[in-house]
């Protein structure tokens, strides 16, 4: 585990500094202010780190908060879909169906219904993530074998058993596994959504320094916001290793 530990450190490292060098090489290719080089915005960063560091926490309640909801409401759906053969195919064609649609365009609805505040902003992401999370628990319900049902019926346990010992131990990977793809989902729609009627949000930040055409506090933006993501995923790294001790390499 801890030479795990140091491998995937040391690629967060490399990735970080490659796309440093990315960035460096696109800034020298491209003769337009456009582009900062990584260093004068690592020192602008430095000016604005106290403002950017309430827009990121704003963005990051936001998130969380719809993360969170998300969670209480798909996991249930999901598990109910897995076991339940009759309510998934019930309602497994309207999934199929809301799953693919560009829900970004729900924004204007979800702010006529619910106001331009930060309700509005955070049910858009649970309208957007929760599908994903209902699919994810509902299939690694399904891939349960069912000898394993059949051996918990054999010992007589309960439902209560069943879903404490092997339904929720069996989905938790999936769930992990959704929330990054929905991590990565909420923060280009939190992005979106935070160029609305609203004063305070890193996408706010970002949209504000390019109508000024302050690029070196654009890109500061950025920056933060691919932290952001970053701290998420090692979060998530973190608990996955510690609740599913049995499914690390």
């Known amino acids: 585990m801890k030479i795990y530990k140091k491998i995937v450190n040391s690629q967060i490292v490399i990735g970080f500094l490659s796309f440093v060098l990315f960035w460096e090489i696109l800034h020298r290719a491209i003769p337009t202010h456009t582009i900062p080089s990584p260093l004068e915005t690592f020192i602008y960063l430095e000016t604005v780190a106290g403002e950017l560091a309430l827009h990121s926490l704003g963005s990051l309640l936001r998130v969380v ?10 996991i249930p759906l999901g ?3 897995g076991v339940n053969k009759t309510f998934n195919r019930m309602f497994s064609p309207f999934l199929y169906y809301m799953y693919p649609i560009p ?7 979800f702010m006529l219904l619910f106001g331009l505040g930060n309700v509005s902003k955070i049910l858009l992401i649970i309208f957007i993530i929760v599908f994903q999370m209902i699919l994810s628990v509902r299939d690694g319900v399904m891939q349960i074998p069912s000898t394993y049902f059949k051996v ?3 010992f007589s346990a309960s439902y209560k ?12 990977p999936q769930v992990f596994s959704g929330l990054r793809i929905s991590i990565g989902i909420s923060l280009a729609t ?14 706010y930040f970002i949209l504000s320094a390019w109508s ?13 916001l691919g932290f952001i993501g970053l701290l998420f995923f ?3 790294d973190w608990l996955e290793a510690h609740f599913t001790p049995w499914n690390q390499k």
């Open 103 to 109: 829900k970004v365009a729900f924004l204007p609805v």
């Open 65 to 74: 908060t719809a993360i969170s909801i998300s969670l209480i409401i798909g």
């Open 161 to 172: 058993q069943q879903y404490r010992y092997l339904i929720i131990p069996a989905i938790l």
């Open 79 to 81: 598990i109910l879909l």
């Open 190 to 203: 939190l992005f979106f959504a935070e160029n609305y009627a609203t004063t305070y949000g890193v996408g």
């Open 234 to 236: 090692k979060l998530l």
């Open 152 to 154: 918990m019926d054999s």
């Open 212 to 224: 000024k055409m302050n690029y070196p506090e654009m890109f500061s933006g950025i920056v933060v």
